[in-house]
């Protein structure tokens, strides 16, 4: 039985990747590369010197996803493929409600027509929405994000719940990620953002490494302890360790039918000052930054209770923050400009 990964060329794709082979799962990916290469699956072959069968096509293709499963014995399905750029959904939503949302609604009824039953998927805290009480637990309802990526992972729990009622096979997990920074410890595969960095870790190290001049902190007036924003950020390679739990338990599970949410995180928010801090004091590097004003849609501060996966998967993080950054610079500091 194979283990179908979508997006798997991607930053916490290729990381899973490389933990199902080092667990003896085997691979097939199908990744489009519009946001990742496939030096990615190439590395991830090096490092554990196993093959991936590789298969470069779109979720929203039907024909490709016939055809895939028609080809390989695939016993379960972990999705990561999506456009993940908040600003950049919110100017084209048209375009993030049909890769996400129609791309996973093409490939649940794939793998519906070929009895492939389960499924896990990248969720996100974004889920929990602007108004919840922290720490966010998996019993609170889903939110409204303000953003049509946060939607569209709400769109898609929905759709995982409606699969769950109508085909009682169907076994799914949500995994809703934190922050998930950080990269493998051999400095050989880690996050390779396009263009400006979205996400404040990138940013932080593009800095260091003299790609851009300096970070601005959005906004210092939060009701927090210094005044920035607080998150809860994962290494990716507990994140990736996670999804290897989830699989695991849903393979144990003779009677289990729906859908499961578990939230992954560290349950430690970090504020964006800490983690400059911690970055500059670990690696010696200096990180030139100003404030500037709030960035629209950000929330002062939230993290994860992860009590369920620790109690139900068995999953609990192993890395600290120092682990963070000292992998994230080790990544960014032997390939400057990413994969290129
Ligand atoms: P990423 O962009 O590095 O990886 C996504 C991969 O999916 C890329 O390789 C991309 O080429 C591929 N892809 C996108 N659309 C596709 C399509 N239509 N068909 C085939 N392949 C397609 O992003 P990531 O950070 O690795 O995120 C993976 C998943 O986790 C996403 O679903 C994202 O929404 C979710 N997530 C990420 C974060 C985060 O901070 N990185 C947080 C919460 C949830
Ligand atoms: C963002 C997304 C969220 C997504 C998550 C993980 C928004 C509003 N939310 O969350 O939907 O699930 O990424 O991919 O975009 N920061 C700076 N300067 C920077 C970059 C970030 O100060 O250059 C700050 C932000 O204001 C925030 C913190 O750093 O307070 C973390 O930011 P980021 O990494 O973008 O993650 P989130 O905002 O938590």
Same mark, same amino acid.
């Given at each position: 039985?194979? $283990? ?6 991607? /930053? ?30 190439? @590395? ?7 093959? $991936?069968? /590789? ?12 055809? %895939? ?14 456009? +993940? ?21 093409? %490939? ?31 019993? %609170? ?11 569209? +992972?709400?769109? $898609? ?18 995994? @809703? ?52 924003? @607080? ?13 290897? +739990? ?48 709030? @960035? ?24 600290? %923050? ?19």
């Amino acid at each position: 039985m194979k $283990i179908l990964v979508t997006g798997g060329a991607g /930053f916490i794709g290729s990381h899973t990747v490389l933990a199902l082979l080092e667990s003896n799962y085997e691979v097939v990916v199908l990744d489009n590369l519009c946001n990742s290469t496939y030096v990615a699956i190439e @590395r991830v072959e090096a490092l554990t010197g196993k093959n $991936i069968s /590789f298969i470069h096509g779109d979720i929203n293709c039907s024909n490709t996803l016939q055809q %895939l499963f028609a080809e390989y014995d695939i016993g379960a399905v972990l999705h990561f493929a999506a456009l +993940k750029a908040v600003g950049e959904s919110v100017q084209y939503p048209y375009k993030y409600y049909e890769n996400n949302v129609s791309g996973t609604l093409c %490939l649940l009824q794939a793998m519906h027509y070929a009895d492939v039953n389960m499924f896990i998927f990248s969720s996100s805290a974004t889920v929990y929405g602007e108004t919840s009480v922290v720490p966010y637990t998996e019993s %609170l309802a889903l939110g409204s994000p303000s953003s049509p990526y946060g939607a569209s +992972k709400v769109m $898609i729990e929905r759709m995982l719940a409606d699969s769950a009622i109508a085909h009682p096979n169907f076994q799914a997990i949500s995994l @809703r990620y934190f922050n998930p920074i950080g990269a493998h410890p051999s400095g050989v595969i880690g996050e390779d953002p396009k263009g400006i960095p979205n996400n404040l870790m990138p940013y932080i190290t593009q800095v260091a490494v003299g790609r851009r001049k300096k970070l601005s902190i959005f906004g210092n007036d939060y009701p927090t302890k210094d005044g920035t924003c @607080r998150r809860d950020y994962i290494h990716v390679v507990d994140l990736a360790e996670g999804h290897v +739990k989830a699989l695991d338990w849903l393979q144990k599970q003779t009677e289990f039918s729906g859908v499961e949410a578990f939230n992954l995180g560290t349950g430690t928010p970090v504020s964006v000052l800490e983690m400059v801090d911690t970055f500059i004091v670990e690696t010696g590097q200096n990180v030139p930054y100003e404030f500037s004003p709030r @960035r629209s849609g950000d929330l002062p501060e939230f993290w994860a209770d992860s009590s369920k996966a620790q109690k139900e998967l068995g999953w609990q993080t192993q890395l600290t %923050l120092t682990d963070m950054v000292i992998d994230t610079w080790r990544w960014q500091k032997n390939n400057p400009n990413g994969y290129e």
